[in-house]
């Protein structure tokens, strides 16, 4: 994510939400996001235990914990397009 190379799809989702809203840390956009798609799958008739719930609060609180000891911040980062990707690649060889 950090070299702003088209990150994946939900990571992609999670950087453009995070700057959408920009004065909620990135963790708790992370659990917010996490927490629709928990609600979400319930409904769709999913099991949900322990472990999916430790999961979906807890991996954003320790995103947060983490980008915050390697003061890393999410909603600066600006994308490159697979276009400019391609051209930096082809012209570093």
């Not at 909620?24 to 409904?43: D, M, N, R, T, Y």
Request: glycine fraction near 14%; hydrophobic fraction near 50%.
């Amino acid at each position: 994510m950090g070299a702003a190379r088209c990150c994946g799809p939900r990571d992609s989702l999670l950087v453009g939400l995070g700057k959408r809203i920009p004065n909620i840390p990135i963790g708790i956009v992370e659990i917010l996001l996490w927490a629709v798609v928990l609600i979400a799958g319930w409904l769709l008739g999913g099991p949900v235990g322990i472990g999916t719930l430790i999961d979906t609060f807890g991996a954003g609180a320790v995103m947060q914990v983490v980008y915050s000891i390697i003061d890393f911040e999410p909603h600066s980062i600006v994308h490159k397009d697979v276009k400019e990707i391609t051209k930096e690649l082809a012209g570093s060889r």
